[in-house]
């Protein structure tokens, strides 16, 4: 079965502090993909980054970096000098190839004070 | 470009009664998914659909029903509501089933009393 595991619940930072947010996931599938999207407190989700199963390669943008491991099946999600705009519930999430559907991970939230 | 709409955003009922949710997909996106958050359960998949046709079901009992119509829009609707059924009921739409970046509409805030 598939599955997303965000551990930590809630996360609290001092502006300017880097932060990690974990996701690990579970799937037999071979092909793959994983996304994190922000949820403000407006309720709607933002997209943030997709990977397919086959692109290892870490991504930046701007203060957002991505750590997509196979081996570990683990894809973190890093905030470089963090904002108070950047507090948020984050979600990791998987998708089986050639379906929309999308199986999220509990959430994180992250509060960044000023 | 418009985003996705999602309509109403608040809606109270009471529990028996039935409801029908809304959704505009953004203009070209044929693939339309809802989920529901709940605080207990999180984001949970209720249905797929892609070219009015419904592509995959989530774990939900047969009272949550759904459709697409031809210009891409869609409905959710619950009958015999139940109080475990208030919840955020969050609308997806992407331009194809083929993995591509879902974009969210802002929900509608179901709540059953």
């Known amino acids: 079965a598939q599955k997303v595991t965000q551990a930590q619940t809630e996360i609290s930072v001092v502006e300017k502090e880097d932060v990690t947010l974990d996701c690990v996931y579970e799937?037999?599938?071979?092909?793959?993909?994983l996304f994190w999207y922000k949820q403000p407190p407006s309720g709607e989700l933002v997209f943030l980054i997709r990977?397919?199963?086959?692109?290892?390669q870490n991504e930046i943008s701007g203060r957002y970096s991505w750590n997509f491991q196979k081996s570990t099946s683990s894809f973190n999600f890093t905030i470089t000098a963090s904002q108070v705009v950047d507090s948020a519930v984050y979600f990791c999430?998987?998708?089986?190839?050639?379906?929309?559907?999308?199986?999220f991970g509990q959430g994180t939230t992250l509060q960044v004070k000023p | 470009k418009a985003g996705v709409t999602q309509t109403p955003r608040y809606l109270i009922k009471t529990r028996g009664q039935q409801v029908t949710l809304s959704c505009s997909p953004i203009?070209?996106?044929?693939?339309v998914s809802w989920y529901q958050q709940t605080p207990g359960q999180g984001l949970q998949f209720l249905f797929e659909?892609?070219?009015?046709?419904?592509?995959n079901k989530g774990n939900f009992p047969g009272r949550f029903s759904g459709r697409q119509f031809s210009n891409s829009r869609s409905e959710m609707n619950v009958s015999t509501l139940e109080l475990g059924d208030s919840a955020l009921y969050l609308c997806?739409?992407?331009?194809?089933?083929?993995?591509?970046?879902?974009?969210f509409g802002q929900g509608t805030r179901l709540t059953v009393v």
């Open positions: 997806a739409s992407s331009l194809n089933l083929e993995n591509t970046e879902a974009f």
């Open positions: 799937t037999r599938d071979t092909t793959y993909y």
């Open positions: 990977r397919n199963s086959f692109d290892e």
């Open positions: 999430a998987l998708s089986e190839f050639n379906t929309g559907k999308l199986i």
């Open positions: 203009s070209g996106h044929r693939s």
């Open positions: 659909y892609f070219s009015e046709t419904q592509r």
